[in-house]
């Protein structure tokens, strides 16, 4: 059974910094796709970040990129969001994702169960 557990996250001032991290367990994600999203209650999903197998190449949203950053550490089974920079417009759920299984931007196989971040001064 694969499973995926999130954690970090919380509240940070804008401008501030925050580190997610996406434990997998039950599959290799040594060449699978891991990727994060966020929601809120006001916006429907939207792309964050995705790396690929290797981790050789990794995307970025456009309201993230220069200040969110995604790491991964396949040995460990393990997946990171460093988030710098932080302003109020990141207030969000985010979620991790693992194996990118089709077309559509966000059809993952396995989703995290979600971690809240707060950006509020």
């Known amino acids: 059974q694969v499973r995926i557990v999130q954690s970090g996250g919380g509240l940070a001032q804008p401008g501030g910094s925050l580190t997610l991290s996406c434990a997998v367990s039950g599959l290799s994600i040594s060449g699978k796709s891991m990727a994060w999203f966020c929601q809120t209650s006001a916006r429907e999903r939207e792309f964050v970040a995705a790396s690929s197998g290797a981790g050789v190449h990794t995307f970025y949203g456009e309201s993230v990129k220069g200040r969110l950053t995604s790491s991964r550490d396949n040995a460990n089974n393990m997946a990171y969001l460093q988030m710098d920079r932080l302003n109020t417009e990141d207030t969000a759920v985010y979620f991790c994702?693992?194996?990118?299984?089709?077309?559509?931007?966000?059809?993952?196989?396995?989703w995290g169960q979600g971690t809240q971040v707060t950006v509020s001064s």
């Open positions: 994702a693992a194996h990118r299984r089709g077309v559509a931007e966000d059809d993952y196989a396995y």
